[in-house]
């Protein structure tokens, strides 16, 4: 994709391959007053190459995935292919029930004006039971409604629960908050989904922008002509096997985003350790961090 000259690409069970830098759009859709411009980010973004768009029924209750299907279909009206794009959208756990759940991604295709949704991810556990939920996402995947599934806020005890039920070894990927600030998924979480090939997408790997600010990444920033946040994002750029979601709606921060590719490969070994010195890998097992 010559989109993403300088992304590392991520590799998917199925096979399939895609750029390991996505955007995300919590927080899009919240007051109609914004839509033009939110809608005007996220053109921008296309433009500038971005192709995977993490979005959710939860966000602005539908609010992010109306925005994001207003500039999809603007984007694909102008020429850009469908398959160029991924998107990815989740379903409420109290949805995740037989006919809650087709009911539900009906709702989100037509928010996101798409036939399919490229991969739906539970947003986090259920209390129905995984099987009922796997059985409803291969029956979409039957429709045509979904191309792939997955999950998010899963920890390695949960994944462990899903691969034992009909059907759910086809988990496609796992959406956790991983970050240079919240590094416990290291301890077994992320080297059990490298083991089988399951894209960990992180969420909030800017700390919800906290990383922006943070002091100790100044100096780096400054070495190398950026800003701590692309510091943030490129350190987290070089994770085998981990995709980054972060969300912008200034045109700043996106282009200087989708610049932190750059910086990831530019990051030294001396670079790294100083980071890891910083931000050290955790020693034992942490519960899982949500935001
Ligand atoms: N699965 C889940 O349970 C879950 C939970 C949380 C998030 N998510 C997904 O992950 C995405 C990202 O997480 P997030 O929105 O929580 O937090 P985030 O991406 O870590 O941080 C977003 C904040 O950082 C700011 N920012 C972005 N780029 C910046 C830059 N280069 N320099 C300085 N500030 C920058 C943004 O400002 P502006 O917006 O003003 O540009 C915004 O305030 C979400 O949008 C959502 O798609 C999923």
């Known amino acids: 994709m010559a989109s993403s000259a300088h992304a590392p690409w991520i590799q998917f069970p199925s096979?399939?391959?895609?750029?390991?830098?996505?955007?995300g759009t919590c927080?899009?859709?919240?007051d109609t007053a914004y839509q033009a411009k939110e809608v005007g980010a996220l053109r921008l973004a296309l433009d500038m190459g971005?192709?995977?768009?993490?979005?959710?029924?939860?966000y602005a209750s539908g609010g992010?995935?109306?925005v994001l299907g207003l500039a999809l279909e603007q984007a694909f009206r102008a020429g850009l292919p469908r398959d160029a794009v991924m998107v990815v959208s989740k379903v409420l756990p109290e949805h995740a029930f037989e006919s809650g759940l087709v009911a539900a991604c009906e709702q989100s295709l037509r928010r996101l004006k798409l036939d399919c949704i490229d991969l739906y991810l539970l947003h986090w556990p259920s209390s129905t039971p995984l099987a009922?939920?796997?059985?409803?996402?291969?029956?979409?995947?039957r429709h045509g409604r979904i191309r792939h599934w997955g999950v998010s806020n899963f920890d390695?005890?949960?994944?462990?629960e899903l691969a034992a039920v009909p059907g759910g070894a086809a988990c496609a990927a796992n959406q956790v908050h991983y970050s240079?600030?919240?590094?416990?998924?290291e301890f077994d979480l992320l080297p059990a989904q490298r083991v089988h090939q399951m894209p960990l997408m992180a969420y909030s790997p800017l700390d919800q922008g906290e990383l922006a600010d943070h002091p100790a990444l100044r100096g780096m920033a400054a070495r190398h002509r950026a800003t701590p946040a692309q510091v943030a994002l490129a350190w987290l750029l070089r994770q085998p096997g981990v995709m980054a979601l972060p969300k912008a709606r200034s045109a700043v921060h996106l282009?200087?985003?989708?610049a932190a590719q750059a910086l990831s490969q530019a990051l030294s070994a001396e670079d790294l350790a100083w980071l890891d010195g910083h931000f050290p890998p955790p020693r034992h097992k942490l519960p899982l961090s949500v935001r």
């Not at 009922?132 to 995947?141: G, S």
């Not at 390695?156 to 462990?160: E, V």
């Not at 240079?180 to 998924?185: D, K, S, T």
Request: glycine share 12%.
């Open 180 to 185: 240079l600030g919240a590094r416990g998924v």
């Open 255 to 258: 282009r200087h985003n989708w």
């Open 50 to 58: 971005w192709r995977l768009f993490d979005t959710a029924e939860m």
């Open 156 to 160: 390695l005890p949960q994944l462990r």
């Open 132 to 141: 009922e939920t796997v059985k409803a996402f291969e029956q979409l995947q």
């Open 15 to 23: 096979g399939e391959e895609r750029p390991n830098l996505g955007m």
């Open 64 to 66: 992010a995935e109306r």
């Open 27 to 30: 927080g899009y859709g919240v």
